[in-house]
């Protein structure tokens, strides 16, 4: 539960960092935007250092993370709400998540 709630800080950090930035080009919103999403990035950058696995099975594993909550963040942030197609994909995702990250060792 850890390492997954560890991709989870992950996955939100690194949207933040990019949604920041998607606001204010696509929507003009204000340019200092870009000072809490750089600092999200960086948050992003530091909390993959402290995955358990090697770099690479990490940024498989986290991918996964990563499409389940982004479309949570579609759902809850732009208020757009998840497709049954879009639950499959999640479900899909995490399973393979799952199976990368959790593997026997």
């Known amino acids: 539960m850890k390492t997954f709630l560890l991709f989870v ?5 690194e ?7 998607y606001r204010w080009l ?12 750089a600092l999200s990035l960086a948050l992003f950058a530091w909390l993959l ?3 358990p696995s090697a770099a690479g099975r990490t940024y498989a594993a986290y991918g996964g993370v990563y499409v389940c909550v982004a479309m ?15 639950w499959a994909g999640m479900t899909l995702a995490l399973a393979g998540m799952a199976l990368i990250a959790f593997q026997p060792r």
């Open 9 to 13: 800080a992950t996955a939100l950090a």
């Open 15 to 21: 949207i933040v960092g990019c949604y920041l930035p």
């Open 72 to 86: 949570l963040w579609l759902w809850a942030v732009e208020a757009i709400r998840p497709s049954p197609w879009d």
């Open 49 to 51: 250092t402290l995955h």
């Open 26 to 37: 696509r929507e003009g919103a204000s340019a200092w935007l870009l000072v809490p999403a």
